[in-house]
């Protein structure tokens, strides 16, 4: 199983709005509802920011928003700000077990 | 609130074991799923293996099976990663995790992670 495909980088400025993609197969992010994202500040641990491709948990800005097409899932965030500034991880559901993305680095311009 | 505290990370070799603990608290321990998922040195986050509620079954990621094997103990609120035949490939930052919901719908809360560092 080979890991889903993310952008290296993204950048946007404030109050801008920028999309994540994450590219996977039709035996992961196609066939299942499962899709999650994290955002890991330097130095710190991830924190959950969707699951199940566009549930926001508790306390999470709803700046933040997700949606799948295919096999490719989507994370938006709108109206930037600088504490965004962070990697952005996907994760999905691959059948008895899990697959991250390579990691996409956001830059706040 | 929901805490995630990770040890026995340390120093080790090629070849030798290690197992790592999570100490849970903040939530009903025994209902929830538990992951570890870990990041090598300026790399992405790999998972490594869950554990449903019950400790009824275990997944692994292919890297680690036959190797690793995750445990837990619902009396102590600890989960458990015990390694063998460690490899330079294993050097990373263990985190354990706790599922949001369901078993496989992510990662809801995460501990600060333990460093295991495969040297000779």
């Known amino acids: 199983q080979s890991a889903l495909t993310q952008p290296a980088s993204v950048s946007g400025s404030p109050g801008q709005s920028i999309t994540i993609s994450c590219t996977g197969t039709s035996s992961d992010v196609g066939i299942y509802n499962l899709v999650s994202w994290y955002q890991q500040h330097p130095g710190k641990a991830p924190k959950l920011m969707l699951f199940e491709v566009s549930q926001r948990p508790s306390g999470v800005s709803n700046r933040f928003s997700g949606s799948k097409s295919g096999n490719t899932a989507s994370l938006t965030i709108s109206g930037l700000q600088a504490e965004d500034e962070a990697y952005y991880y996907c994760c999905s559901y691959a059948g008895s077990g899990n697959l991250f993305g390579g990691g996409t680095k956001l830059t706040v311009l | 609130q929901v805490q995630l505290v990770e040890s026995g990370g340390g120093v080790v070799q090629p070849g030798r074991s290690l197992r790592l603990s999570c100490a849970a608290s903040?939530?009903?321990?025994?209902?929830?799923?538990l992951h570890w998922v870990r990041q090598a040195p300026g790399k992405g986050l790999e998972w490594v293996a869950v554990?449903?509620?019950?400790?009824?079954?275990?997944y692994y990621a292919d890297s680690v099976k036959g190797r690793f094997t995750v445990s837990r103990d619902n009396s102590k609120n600890t989960l458990y990663l015990q390694m063998n035949s460690l490899t330079y490939d294993d050097t990373a930052v263990y985190y354990c995790?706790?599922?949001?919901?369901?078993?496989?719908?992510?990662?809801?809360?995460w501990g600060l992670g333990t460093l295991v560092t495969v040297s000779s």
């Open positions: 903040g939530f009903t321990f025994s209902n929830y799923g």
């Open positions: 554990i449903p509620y019950d400790g009824s079954d275990e």
């Open positions: 995790a706790k599922d949001v919901t369901n078993f496989w719908s992510g990662f809801g809360y």
